[in-house]
């Protein structure tokens, strides 16, 4: 399986940025994926998860209100819609398939991880 990041960027506060995430190896529609994120010197962090239809989402707490996840089981491919962007949200972005159809806040249902995108949010 290979999980392929892309869309990170250098952006204001209150700004907006969207993630995407391509998926090769095994069948996209059957797992469920998630977006985590590692800032500096801190440990890494659930975001947000969404089921393999596409029916179930949640969300950090922190981001809920403000970031949408989706997914496009023609493409291969899963989303983050960021908008309202805090420098607090500047980190490291992964994606990851889940090892079954759900879209989990833990890690350890996580079997396969991508390289990571970098966003930046800073006037």
Known sequence: VQLVESGGDLVQPGG???LSCAASGRTFSRYGMGWF???PGKEREFV???SSSGSYTNYADS???RFTISRDNANNTV???M???KPEDTAVYY???NSNGLGSASQKWYS???QGTQVTVSS
């Open 48 to 50: 947000a998860g969404i």
């Open 83 to 85: 908008n309202s962007l």
């Open 16 to 18: 907006f940025l969207r």
């Open 37 to 39: 994120r590692q800032a």
């Open 95 to 97: 994606c990851a398939q």
């Open 79 to 81: 989303y983050l819609q």
């Open 63 to 65: 981001v809920k209100g």
């Open 112 to 114: 396969y991880w991508g």
